[in-house]
T-cell receptor
Framework: DADVTQTPRNRITKTGKRIMLECSQT?????MYWYRQDPGLGLRLIYY???????NKGEISDGYSVSRQAQAKFSLSLESAIPNQTALYFC?????????????FGPGTRLTVL | AQSVTQLGSHVSVSEGALVLLRCNYS??????LFWYVQYPNQGLQLLLK??????LVKGINGFEAEFKKSETSFHLTKPSAHMSDAAEYFC??????????FGKGTKLTVNP
């Protein structure tokens, strides 16, 4: 079974809709991250969390919110989706010290906002 | 703040030729440096990483990278390209606050 799972894997929605992307991990890591990938722009950090009570904005947090429901679950919400949020979204986890900074990625969610 | 530059958004090589993908980070020396690979329609997987010690790092599938502090570089190489190496490659130095800073990626095409 995959260590980092994301649901849904693909989603098409309409402008103005609220949508939630979910991430679960079985690695026991305390650090979790949400990125978006756009062609030619690499991965950009949206939010990151060091534990359930420690959530931080990344470089492109506007239009997004997150919830860390448990150590193993980290959800990303788009309160009112817009077309330029069409992208590939990745969740990642890390045990920063033990893994020397390595992050472990989920398979991604492809989101299309019409 | 940490920044990273990957020279060349697209690189094309012939099968069997040398692969060289360039990565330069900003002047502050990161504690860790990574190369990740993304095969078509897949997520990211670790190719190799530099932490401490030997500056020449070997990774999976015959890739290696050399950390050169004086040049602020961490270029990725493979002596002989294979068709299966076609993918997008991302350089990622560690930034502050336990984050990685990803480059914009280099898409590698391998021609038969």
């Amino acid at each position: 079974d995959a260590d980092v799972t994301q649901t849904p894997r693909n989603r098409i929605t309409k402008t103005g809709k609220r949508i939630m992307l979910e991430c679960s991990q079985t690695k026991g890591h305390d650090r979790m991250y949400w990125y978006r990938q756009d062609p030619g722009l690499g991965l950009r950090l949206i939010y990151y969390s060091f534990d359930v009570k420690d959530i931080n904005k990344g470089e492109i947090s506007d239009g997004y919110s997150v919830s860390r429901q448990a150590q193993a679950k980290f959800s990303l919400s788009l309160e009112s989706a817009i077309p330029n949020q069409t992208a590939l979204y990745f969740c990642a986890t890390s045990d920063w010290i033990a893994s020397a900074g390595e992050q472990f990625f989920g398979p991604g969610t492809r989101l299309t906002v019409l | 703040a940490q920044s990273v530059t990957q020279l060349g958004s697209h690189v094309s090589v012939s099968e069997g030729a040398l692969v060289l993908l360039r990565c330069n980070y900003s002047s502050s020396v990161p504690p860790y440096l990574f190369w990740y690979v993304q095969y078509p329609n897949q997520g990211l997987q670790l190719l190799l990483k530099y932490t401490t010690g030997a500056t020449l790092v070997k990774g999976i599938n015959g890739f290696e990278a050399e950390f050169k502090k004086s040049e602020t570089s961490f270029h990725l190489t493979k002596p002989s390209a294979h068709m299966s190496d076609a993918a997008e490659y991302f350089c990622a130095p560690a930034g502050g606050s336990e984050k990685l800073v990803f480059g914009k990626g280099t898409k590698l095409t391998v021609n038969p």
